[in-house]
């Protein structure tokens, strides 16, 4: 314990965009730890790193920030851990500033903010290498004796490129750190008109180049930024995306599929017949493999993610969509929460504290569960592959792939509305202005898109295993007892405790064209959306009559329903707040479980009612009889 408290305490600063994370990333490798700040919903990032020369020291990742005096809750955090307000977290030692070398008229402003908090730093300019390619000459020296610090260069993205951080960081550590004067406060020491000044000052005396060229990002912007063939452009790279979903995973899901086919059989053709042998088959094969075969698909979305965010396209999609955004009258913030709502809603909701209008937050509260999360992707693959068939559309477009655009399109297009509807309601407020820097384009690196795909592997892997094994085995249970009656037609379930409760509510969702098996797969899947699939293996599985036995699960349902019922199964999961832990994180965001309900109640009622047009519509237009 003794080590730990004489452990030099480092902390990472920087403005959004500047490669601080990657940066983190490189110093602490897999030593770091992900949890919030004591009182509030605010991921805090921590990490150990050693020196060339094996000092070892904790690390801190901030929350990026373009100013210490703070917009959101994320920039309090920041600027109090800096200062020493925070009761439960100590004050760094050293302060490690990293700033985006090709964009240092935007960054210093930040540095000499927080040179007034007394504490010894050091710059780190990051992303030197595409500076020098833009023809920016950095004098170094100069620089380090302007501001008083060291200053040091670093390349986030290359696997050694935090080595010369590294020995910098060794040199001021064995020099011996100074103890930290008291901080000021900076509406007291820092003049706005004063601070611009000093920045284009060290700027004109210490770095050269600047505008002279006409780079590779502002050629690249002319066609990004377009208002017309920048909106192609997205819309171009989300269909890629939608249409490579389901080409390129076909194999390992494939793969994946017969795998745990033939462990099923092998499993029910050693095993003698019993309860054992009807809890590994039907629960847990029949569930768990049900999902786990969606794991390619879940991969490449993020593929994507990582590499569109890596490239430096991301933010200009969002600076695209503000225009469309406030129309709406969403806050030109909301774009990133409902960006990463995409991979799951839950970041999404706690990523609206960078809003600092709380009608403005409030509302994109209310639209996140709307963007089709990843726990939407297995449901959505399983009907899709089920029920439309696998053809080229126009000679380019898989059919699979247009469908499943579309159900992403009507979860945005819905929130637009909702989103619409609602900030009518009492009139339409000021938005919070969207703030961002445009990082320059840089090729992905392999080794953050690797990383990012092994966490969210080991993410899913951990659901599977924990959550939705555990409902399995829950289900499973519910599902074959109590045992039917002596003489007793039809399939056990039926007789179960899961089998009456899904009768009892089968009217509820007779119009929607849902059976009992289907209500009876709903309920745990409140749990999480994807556990649906999982309880579809093991209700048909366990609804098998006499020696039949149900293996895959998309042949089976693909022959016992209609399209209308696939087609509103789908819409139904376009809108249905069928996650615990959404509801859960609006709660903690909001500090009241009435807007979790509000939710909850507003996403259920278009659900059933967008579900039963679907059904009632299709089979209109199929000419079937319900």
């Known amino acids: 314990m003794s080590a730990d408290i004489a452990m030099p305490r480092l902390a990472l600063l920087g403005n959004p965009n500047c490669g601080k994370t990657a940066l983190f990333n490189l110093l602490t490798g897999t030593r770091q730890k992900v949890a919030n700040y004591a009182g509030v919903t605010v991921e805090r990032k921590e990490g150990w790193?050693?020196?060339p020369n094996g000092v070892k020291a904790q690390i801190l990742d901030l929350p990026g920030t373009y100013s210490l005096e703070p917009m959101s809750e994320d920039e309090s955090i920041t600027r109090d851990v800096i200062a020493g307000h925070r009761s439960t977290e100590s004050r760094p030692d050293l302060l490690v500033c990293v700033v985006d070398a090709t964009h240092l008229h935007l960054n210093l402003r930040l540095v000499l903010e927080a040179k007034t908090q007394g504490l010894p730093m050091v710059l780190v300019l990051n992303m030197f290498d595409v500076a020098e390619e833009q023809g920016i000459r950095i004098e170094v020296g100069s620089l380090a004796s302007m501001l008083g610090m060291p200053v040091t260069s670093a390349v986030g993205i290359h696997r050694d490129g935090a080595n010369a951080v590294l020995q910098t960081l060794d040199n001021v550590l064995a020099q011996g750190l100074p103890p930290a004067a008291k901080a000021s406060p900076i509406q007291a020491v820092i003049d706005p008109v004063r601070l611009n000044e000093q920045v284009h000052s060290i700027l004109d005396a210490t770095v050269s180049g600047r505008g002279q060229r006409w780079t590779m990002s502002d050629r690249l912007d002319r066609w990004v930024l377009h208002p017309v063939w920048g909106y192609v452009l997205l819309s171009a790279v989300l269909m890629l995306v939608f249409q490579a979903v389901f080409a390129w995973a076909a194999w390992p899901m494939d793969l994946i599929d017969e795998s745990v086919a033939s462990l099923g059989e092998w499993l029910g053709t050693h095993m003698s017949d019993g309860p054992l042998r009807s809890l590994l088959v039907d629960g847990v094969i029949a569930g768990v493999g049900g999902v786990l075969v969606f794991l390619p698909q879940i991969l490449i979305l993020f593929l994507f993610i990582f590499l569109l965010e890596d490239s430096g396209y991301l933010p200009r999609a969002a600076f695209l969509m503000d225009k469309?955004?406030?129309?709406?009258?969403?806050?030109?913030?909301?774009?990133?929460?409902?960006?990463?709502?995409?991979?799951?809603?839950?970041?999404?909701?706690?990523?609206?504290?960078?809003?600092?209008?709380?009608?403005?937050?409030?509302?994109?509260?209310?639209?996140?569960?709307?963007m089709t999360c990843s726990a939407r992707l297995p449901v959505y693959a399983l009907l899709i592959a089920a029920f439309i068939s696998q053809r080229t559309v126009g000679g380019i477009f898989n059919l699979q792939g247009l469908v499943l655009f579309a159900l992403f399109a009507a979860g945005i297009v819905s929130a637009m509305l909702v989103a619409w509807v609602a900030s009518r309601r009492?009139?339409?407020?000021?938005?919070?202005?969207?703030?961002?820097?445009?990082?320059t384009y840089r090729l992905p690196s392999v080794w953050n898109v690797a990383r990012g795909l092994w966490e969210r592997a080991a993410i899913f892997m951990r659901r599977v295993g924990s959550i939705i094994l555990s409902l399995m085995i829950v289900l499973w249970f519910l599902s074959s007892y109590p045992a039917p009656p002596d003489g007793a037609t039809g399939a056990a379930i039926e007789y179960s405790f899961a089998g009456m409760l899904g009768h009892v509510l089968q009217p509820l969702f007779q119009p929607l064209g849902f059976d009992w098996r289907i209500v009876v797969a709903l309920i745990p899947a409140m749990a999480a959306r994807e556990v649906v699939v999982a309880a579809l293996g093991t209700v048909y599985a366990l609804s098998a009559q006499g020696d039949e036995v149900a293996t895959a699960l998309e042949p089976v349902i693909g022959k016992e329903w209609s399209l209308a019922t696939a087609l509103a199964l789908m819409v139904w999961f376009v809108y249905a707040p069928q996650c615990v832990a959404t509801l859960a994180a609006v709660k903690r965001e909001t500090g009241q479980w009435r807007y979790a309900g509000i939710m909850a109640a507003y996403l259920f009622a278009l659900a059933y009612l967008a579900a039963w047009a679907t059904y009632r519509i299709t089979l209109a237009l199929t000419g079937s009889v319900a």
Do not use: N, Y
């Not at 774009?335 to 960078?354: D, E, K, Y």
């Open 324 to 370: 469309l955004m406030s129309s709406v009258g969403l806050s030109g913030r909301s774009f990133i929460p409902l960006l990463s709502s995409f991979a799951c809603a839950v970041p999404g909701i706690m990523a609206t504290r960078t809003i600092s209008h709380w009608r403005d937050r409030w509302l994109t509260i209310m639209v996140a569960p709307l």
């Open 426 to 439: 009492d009139g339409k407020a000021s938005a919070t202005p969207l703030i961002m820097e445009l990082p």
């Open 49 to 51: 790193l050693t020196t």
